[in-house]
């Protein structure tokens, strides 16, 4: 019997979120594995895969807010923003004051407006923008409101002409590290890129529950779903008649615990479905008891 649940890994540098999928598939035994939020292959760090029934759940995972620590570097610009990229510019950081660092990086704090980079996977009339890149073709991408709530620096390290700073940052879905950097570096006058990147957090994962693929060759740790879910969404424990109706995809009676998914467990404690409330009634948004 197919086992369903999360595994949270600590990816390696250099493999694409696919390549992991790819190894925990054969892992798993299971074509039945997806992940949640996209690492570029440089970073490291927390990545959230679901397998078996868990990858209908990916999708209606509250991971609003990532955690990561990355290193930035002042003076170098590059195509991709980030150190796997091709240097365009460069421009002394040497004269950059601590204090217009610091006012650099507030000005990146709270909800902001973000030009996502050239080379992402944002898609421009159906193509995805790196694509277009790699085309040579200038790729026109719209700013997107996202929020850094907390930019810390923890290190700052002179060289010559660039600074590397070490920060750490917590931030709403959708928001790209390197676009920081290479909007600090742009604020500042000298160019900014990312030269390295691990996400020590999505949602309530982090790297303290996450497993290096060596690890889980050796032992394959899956999160149940039910342990997955009561770890994000409010709970709700109903009785047989409830238990039954939601299973068939029938709706509940709103139990007032929030705008958002709700995870619907059985007297026995096994889930059973996510709901949504609207009004007075609780609609199924995804049901795992098939």
Known sequence: MENSGLVIVDKPSGW????????????????RV????????MATGV????VGKATRLLGHLALTEKGYDA????????????????????ASAASVPDAALRAGIAALTGPIQQVPPQVSAIK???????????????VELAARPVTVRDFAVLDVRRHDDVIDVDASIACSSG????????????????????????????????????????QLAGELEILPMGEAVAAVFPRRDVSDDDARKVAHGGRLK????????????????SLLA????????????AVFTS
């Open 16 to 31: 694409t979120s696919h390549d992991v999928v790819g190894r925990m598939r054969r892992l798993a035994r299971t074509r």
């Open 254 to 269: 709103a139990a007032g615990l929030g705008p958002g998914p709700v995870g619907v467990f059985a007297p026995d404690g």
């Open 175 to 214: 928001t790209y590290i390197r676009a920081l950097a290479r909007d600090l570096g742009a604020s500042l006058g000298c160019g900014g890129h990312l030269t390295a990147l691990r996400r020590t957090r999505v949602g309530p994962y982090d790297l303290g529950m996450a497993r290096t693929l060596d």
């Open 47 to 50: 990545l959230v895969l679901g």
């Open 124 to 138: 421009v009339n159906g193509e995805r923008a790196y694509k277009m890149a790699r085309k040579g073709e200038e």
């Open 71 to 90: 290193t930035i570097r002042l003076g170098v610009s590059t195509n991709t923003d980030d150190a796997e990229g091709e240097v365009t510019a460069t």
């Open 34 to 41: 997806g992940h949640a939020g996209t690492l570029d292959p």
């Open 274 to 285: 996510l709901v949504e409330e609207h009004g007075d009634v609780a609609k199924p948004l």
